[in-house]
């Protein structure tokens, strides 16, 4: 909302704020502490996390975006984690059936919500709630996050450039976007079929 007001005000349009914003960062000493510290308060203030991916792959292209990306979402998720470890039983509103499998089996069943694409706020807070292992947490995290975070840092990095007056994609990335992204649909298919 802030930044809609904001957009007004200046009169400007969304893509030349976009853009100065992007390029402040990319010059800033400080853009990988910025990007993480974002990322951190992210789930506190419900912002989408794939777009926070694609950021990382366009500052720092596929490689680094990749390292960031996974290390500022683990962080994300813990600070989710951690705001449910302190939450009471009545604040949370999840499936039954969901939620004793979490609890008997939390690293199978973080993976696979991982992997379906289940909101990812809600499986962090849940399994804080729960007070299931941090490290079966974090882990299943890291590795069924890593298409959706794959699939994010390679749209990014497919943007080479981008100003005001327009962008230009590379296609390399475009494409190993996109078999990202036909890959995790189809395990995700392939997932909710055999459950």
Not at 125 to 152: D, E, N
Not at 171 to 191: D, G, K, N, R, T
């Amino acid at each position: 909302m802030g930044f809609w007001i904001y957009v007004q005000q200046s009169g400007r349009s969304v893509s030349e704020i976009l853009t100065e914003w992007l390029e402040s960062l990319a010059r800033s000493p400080y853009s990988v502490l910025l990007l993480l510290a974002v990322y951190v308060v992210r789930p506190l203030l419900f912002l989408p996390i794939t777009l926070l991916t694609v950021f990382a792959g366009f500052l720092y292209g596929a490689v680094w975006g990749t390292v960031y990306a996974t290390l500022a979402t683990l962080l994300s998720c813990a600070v989710g984690y951690v705001v449910g470890y302190f939450l009471r039983g009545d604040k949370l509103q999840l499936q039954k059936g969901w939620l004793e499998r979490l609890r008997e089996r939390s690293f199978e069943t973080i993976l696979v919500s991982r992997l379906t694409f289940l909101p990812g706020d809600v499986v962090n807070y849940a399994a804080g709630f729960l007070k299931i292992s941090f490290v079966s947490f974090l882990l299943a995290t890291a590795i069924g996050g890593m298409p959706g975070l794959l699939v994010g840092v390679l749209a990014g990095a497919s943007l080479e450039t981008f100003s005001a007056t327009g962008f230009r994609l590379n296609p390399w990335y475009i494409v190993a976007s996109l078999v990202m992204l036909l890959a995790s649909v189809l395990l995700w298919w392939w997932l909710r079929k055999r459950k």
